[in-house]
């Protein structure tokens, strides 16, 4: 059986959930399982596996998804056990890192104004856009991510180059910058060597042996493995070059290339014999016959690194650096023995492919995928393929692929050589020999016990400096019988000893080079900068990355980057379209900021809503609603008893069933209450001889309108429409909404509402849930005026008792003055600022500055919280209500910090998560309204401007607060919580406003 948890924007690295997913299937009862961010590709991964499911399908890109396979339901919490201890040893190791985070370039680039490069370990599918932000930015990049077309690798070199900048990459594993280690590095000694590779564990195994030979080196600049491929022409190589030319510590320089374009080689050739400063160089899968010129060229990694060494030393380079293998062979294994090579590293794969075939005289065939040499049965693999990696951790960090590899070749009665190579360093696992020798010592003991022979031949790619310790995991493998060479050369040259055969490589003189000598161009200043300066990086993915950095003399920031627009591709498309014109798109924002600011609400009168509300008085059967558009039969049941309620209210019906008949005839007329300027709580239901709030923003004289709050237990906002109810409306439509008028008519300039929401705010009302304050703020401000009008003293004792009663009053009043205050902003149709959120029960809907009055909805969510005793979510209604105007005007949920009180009540757990959600809001808004400042928020104001770029980006929506009513009319209020918008509004926004901006859309 399938079980399925998915964890709503919990975006994690995917090496993290590759390791994590090892942990989850070590659990007992787990069949099999994987965890894994839901993204088209890996869903694929899902289906391949078996896994997938279609709550994995419904999921999204920021979504962690865990699918397990098991008999027992109880694993899946032993499985969310595992989960978030693992998650939570990360986030403690981030603690204790002490490295800054950010989740945003503008924040990165504010926190690191000074920052030279950008390190990134995203999704290739994502990396060409986001590499090109930091280009933008004026950063240097090394690009970890691999996964980038050609065409875009092309681009992005082109552009890099035009502005003096480096890309390193894309799939640059290994790089040094300023002794500084970067990525999956050793730890090396600094010197005098620079080193330019389109290769990584060609750095890895150049660097540390020239450091086991007492050289150094000064800068390792990765390439990218394309880099010398005919369409991209050196780009990377060619800039790095020049620059080491110019660089006065570097006094050699190394250049590693797997198999280069001919036409590519030859002009690196002319760059290369052109430079003042010797090379050394090798063009992996090349036997050079001398060396030429200004440059030594090698036939192996060891060569290299030694012939570097040597030059670095001011000594002459030999003319053999092939010295005799120490293993003593007094017995080679018979014919028909073959060799198989199991490699973590690509290159020293292709190195002992290479070497292999020369030696044996073998066609090079690699045959099927993952095998760099596949022939004769001989076979050298690249156990770092997609192919052997797809949803699983490279074989550097996790031995699992390795070992069902070698357990494998084992059964192949011809293997008598098994080669591989461990790979120390940042990044790699924390202990690689130790995790393959129980394994490597069962096989030989096995081969032994069957009286076979079989050898196994490793080497180490590492330094005692390295966080596993050369020395260390030698020893490890030697005492599990491994044969340890001090280079992937010499472990490949003592596999041939064994079968009888010997690498001959003749010597080398030095001959002339013949040809053409170039103008070298003129190295950028800004790389010149970085190799004389410590790398200052912006980290963007894998946190692990940021701890070499920094340990060794280097600064970082950690940006923790997801997808933007969950991985949507034409929304990112979009976004990435907008952001060409983000200067344009922020000044129309700021017009919107500005009216929002300026904004002047002040509650001036209560009247018949027919008198203030001239679609209400046209004689007609007309009923305002809640939230954008809806048909009577799509309404839900409390809407539905709402609309009932207020038909016996007004005497067009004469009993429930009279107003169903009219209803189900299509004699009501239903119109949005935000289509005339008032808004309504829950149903929003408001007719004729309702009482509303007159909310004046004296800006410009906009009004906004409001029912009055009925108070608590059976009202008609949640569907009840019993005669209790009716008489109740009676009462306020009769006396509550005359005698605050007359009261408020007596204020000449009527009450000024920022002042009395500052007040509130500070006294921890959020205006949603909580209105206490609020509410005792309008009854000191609204009573003396009640007490001197020349009115019954009942009525003046009845009212003033009600809102004495009704903690939620102010509620209505908020949100009156919301709907004069974005009304008041309306008025100017641009920007992406969001001016609207309402709920009908079947759809939320929202609306932007932009577009005037078009709606875009999407189906409303349920809200989460605590429920009354004897009710659960099974008996809520969806969404519903125009009481969201709260949270546009960034009070609300938004403002959740403000009420830390009412968080318990909303299904929260105190103050930490209140901060939590209102720094999430933060996040999706443009900037804050200092006149209405939160003290347990260090006096910032609450939140304003919600932009639907930054939802969109983000995934983050606004969380609103808001009552749960039950699904049936009349049962009321059954609890409290929040609910989140639906993400699909905002898309659909996003898209409509890119299109009135001339943006195709389809691209």
């Known amino acids: 059986m399938l079980h399925t948890v998915i964890q709503k924007n919990n975006y994690q690295d995917s090496i993290n959930l590759m390791l994590l997913t090892n942990s989850v299937n070590d659990i007992e009862g787990v069949k099999q399982g994987q965890v894994m961010m839901a993204t088209d590709a890996n869903k694929d991964i899902f289906k391949n596996a078996g896994l997938h499911t279609p709550e994995l399908e419904a999921a999204g890109a920021n979504d962690m998804a865990i699918v397990v396979e098991a008999d027992d339901e109880g694993v899946v919490d032993l499985v969310l056990g595992e989960v978030e201890r693992f998650l939570g040893d990360l986030s403690n190791k ?206 192996t990694l060891e060569e290299a690194a030694r012939i570097a060494v040597d030059v670095a030393n001011g000594e002459t380079v030999k003319a053999n650096y092939l010295d005799p293998v120490d293993l003593e062979v007094t017995e080679t294994l018979p014919e028909g023995t073959t060799v198989k090579g199991l490699y973590s590293g690509g290159t020293l794969a292709s190195e002992a492919a290479t070497l292999i075939a020369d030696a044996l005289g073998l066609d090079n065939a690699k045959g099927e995928e993952g095998y760099i040499l596949n022939t004769q049965g001989f076979q050298v693999m690249d156990l770092g393929d997609d192919v052997y990696t797809q949803g699983k951790p490279h074989p550097m960090i996790d031995p699992d692929v390795r070992v069902h590899k070698l357990r494998e070749v084992i059964e192949d009665q011809t293997t008598g050589v098994i080669l591989l190579d461990v790979v120390l360093g940042y990044g790699s696992h924390a202990d690689m020999a130790g995790a393959l020798a129980p394994d490597i010592k069962e096989a030989l003991d096995k081969a032994a016990a069957d009286g076979r022979k079989l050898y196994v031949i490793g080497t180490v790619v590492g330094t005692d400096n390295d966080p596993q310790s050369y020395a260390d995991s030698v020893q490890t493998l030697k005492d599990a019988g491994v044969i340890v060479e001090s280079s992937n050369a010499r472990a490949i040259r003592a596999a041939l000893k064994l079968m009888g055969h010997e690498l001959v490589v003749a010597d080398k003189a030095h001959v002339a080079y013949a040809g053409e000598k170039v103008e070298l161009p003129t190295p950028s200043e800004k790389v010149i900068d970085l190799l004389n300066s410590k790398p200052k990086v912006i980290n963007i993915g894998l946190e692990s990355f940021t701890e070499p950095i920094v340990t060794y003399g280097g600064e970082a920031l950690q940006f923790n980057w997801r997808p933007r627009a969950g991985g949507n591709k034409k929304l990112i498309h979009i976004l990435n379209e907008l952001d060409k014109r983000e200067a344009q798109i922020d000044e129309d924002n700021q017009v919107i900021i500005d009216r929002f600011l300026e904004s002047q609400p002040f509650l001036m009168d209560a009247q018949p809503a027919k008198d203030v509300i001239p679609e209400l008085n046209t004689g007609e059967k007309v009923v305002l609603h809640a939230g954008p558009p809806i048909k009577y039969e799509n309404m839900t049941g409390p809407m539905q008893g709402s609309v009932i309620g207020a038909m016996l209210f007004e005497g067009w ?351």
């Not at 060597?193 to 000064?218: K, N, P, W, Y």
């Not at 709606?855 to 979510?873: C, I, K, M």
């Open 94 to 299: 981030k603690a204790d890192s002490g490295t800054t985070s950010v989740d945003n370039w503008k924040d990165a680039l504010e926190e690191m104004p000074e920052a030279n490069l950008a390190l990134f370990s995203i999704p290739g599918t994502y990396a060409a856009d986001e590499i090109e932000k930091a280009l933008d930015a004026g950063l240097h990049v090394f690009s970890f991510s691999d996964n980038v077309s050609l065409e875009d690798e092309v681009r992005l070199k082109n552009k890099a180059h035009e502005n003096g900048l480096l890309l390193m990459g894309p799939d640059c594993g290994t790089g040094v910058l300023s002794g500084i280690p970067l990525a999956f590095t050793n730890v090396t000694n600094p010197g005098n060597i620079g080193i330019v590779a389109a290769s990584g564990t060609g750095i890895q195994e150049a660097t540390t042996l020239i450091d086991r030979l007492g050289g150094g080196v000064v800068h390792a600049i990765g390439t990218g493995g394309r880099d010398l491929n005919e369409a991209v022409q050196a780009t990377t190589m060619i800039d790095a070059v020049v620059a080491l030319e110019k660089h006065d510590p570097t006094d050699v320089i190394l250049v590693i290339s797997k198999p280069p374009a001919k036409s590519v080689r030859d002009n690196v050739m002319k760059i290369l014999q052109s430079l003042s400063k010797p090379v050394v160089a090798i063009f992996l899968g090349e036997k050079p016959e001398a060396h030429v010129g200004n440059v030594s060229l090698a036939y």
């Open 653 to 1003: 019906a004469t009993d429930q069933d009279d107003a169903r008949r009219q209803l189900e005839a299509g004699e009501v007329k239903f119109i949005p209450c935000h289509h005339v300027g008032a808004v309504g709580p829950m149903g929003g239901i408001t007719t004729a001889n309702f009482p509303v709030f007159v909310v004046e923003n004296k800006a410009d004289g906009t009004k906004g309108y409001c029912i009055m709050n009925e108070g608590i237990g059976e009202v008609l906002r949640f569907g009840a429409n019993s005669q209790a109810v009716v008489d109740r409306l009676t009462w306020m439509a009769n006396t509550l909404g005359p005698v605050l008028g007359k009261a408020l008519r007596t204020i000449e300039e009527g009450l000024n509402l920022n002042v009395m929401i500052a007040r509130a705010i500070s006294m921890g009302d959020e205006f949603h849930q909580r209105n206490i304050a609020g509410s005792l703020v309008f009854l000191k401000e609204i009573t003396p005026s009640i007490v001197t009008l020349p009115i019954d003293d009942k009525e003046k004792q009845e009212v003033i008792q009600f809102l004495a009663d009704t903690d939620q009053f102010f509620l209505n009043i908020m949100m009156a003055a919301g709907k004069a205050m974005v009304d008041y902003v309306r008025k100017v149709e641009k920007g992406t600022v969001v001016t609207t959120m309402a709920r009908n029960g079947e759809n939320f809907g929202v609306r932007i500055a932009e577009l005037g009055d078009e709606w875009f909805t999407a189906p409303v969510n349920t809200p989460d919280g605590l429920y009354f005793s004897g009710y659960s979510s099974a008996d809520a209604n969806a969404d519903i209500g125009d009481s969201a105007i709260t949270e546009t005007v960034g009070v609300g949920g938004m403002a959740m910090i403000a009420a830390p009180g009412v968080t318990r009540f909303v299904g929260l757990n105190g103050l930490s998560d209140a901060e939590k959600i209102s720094d999430e809001m933060q996040k999706i808004s443009i900037t804050n309204n200092p006149t209405w400042t939160i003290p347990n928020w260090d006096f910032k104001g609450s939140t304003l401007g919600i932009d639907i770029r930054k939802v969109v980006e983000t995934g983050i929506t606004p969380i609103i607060n808001t009552g749960i009513a039950h699904r049936e009319a009349g049962v009321g209020q059954i609890g409290a919580g929040t609910v989140r918008a639906p993400l699909a509004c905002f898309e659909k926004a996003l898209v409509a406003y890119a299109k009135s901006v001339g943006i195709d859309v389809e691209d």
